[in-house]
């Protein structure tokens, strides 16, 4: 099983609507939780950090399901410039490493 | 001007030859990564240093090399390059304080074509 998994997609999405997915992860002991938005050919970019239960910012919200070992993503009202690839990246508790996930793509259409 | 800059963008090699890549930051991080991703695998971390004196190995630092020359700079080389080295190389930098020590921003990326 791999450290951290992502359904690849795509999640194909009308605009205005509401998105989610997961990332899970193996190692019980991880302690940090990054999304990064990746567009294509581009470098990946931080969306949101994620050290406790959740997080949102604006239309995004993170959540943290540690019982389950799962992180999640909902991307609300979803814009056309939403569309992209979102990695999940998870940092275990000794060291500074991230270990990421190999995206979800999603394709918001008009 | 962006925080961390990657030369060259583009590079297309013969097999054999040798080639360095170069990442430079501003941010003044004192730590650095280097990446590489392949379509469908997502990034894997070939080397990492958390100071000008400390380098590590990453999951696939085999048939890679890596320098730290100064805080900001953290070079990776690929001493006999091969096809199977062709990806998309990202240098990446961390702080190692503060209230965000562990989130990491990346440069613009090297798309490397080694034939």
């Known amino acids: 099983r791999k450290e951290v998994e992502q359904d690849p997609g795509p999640f194909n999405v009308p605009e205005g609507a509401t998105v989610a997915f997961n990332c899970t992860y193996s190692n019980s002991a991880s302690q940090s939780f990054f999304w990064y938005r990746q567009d294509c050919r581009k470098e990946p970019k931080l969306l949101m950090s994620?050290?406790?239960s959740g997080n949102e910012d604006g239309r995004f919200t993170a959540q943290l399901n540690r019982a389950s070992q799962y992180i999640s993503l909902l991307i609300r009202d979803s814009k056309l410039s939403d569309s992209a690839t979102y990695l999940c990246?998870?940092?275990?508790?000794?060291?500074?490493?991230?270990?990421f996930g190999g995206g979800t793509r999603v394709l918001v259409k008009p | 001007d962006a925080d961390v800059t990657q030369t060259p963008r583009n590079r297309i090699t013969k097999t054999g030859k040798r080639i360095m890549l170069e990442c430079s930051q501003t941010?003044?991080?004192?730590?650095m990564y280097w990446y590489r991703q392949d379509p469908g695998l997502g990034l894997r971390l070939i080397y990492y240093s958390f100071d000008v004196k400390d380098i590590n190995k990453g999951e696939i630092s085999d048939g890679y090399s890596v320098s730290r020359q100064a805080q900001a700079k953290f070079s990776l080389s690929l001493e006999s390059a091969i096809p199977n080295q062709t990806a998309l190389y990202f240098c990446?930098?961390?702080?190692?304080?503060?209230?965000?020590?562990?989130?990491?921003?990346f440069g613009p990326g090297t798309r490397l074509t080694v034939t």
């Open positions: 994620v050290y406790s």
């Open positions: 990246a998870v940092r275990k508790a000794a060291g500074n490493k991230l270990t």
């Open positions: 990446a930098t961390s702080d190692n304080g503060g209230s965000t020590p562990y989130e990491q921003y």
């Open positions: 941010k003044g991080h004192d730590r």
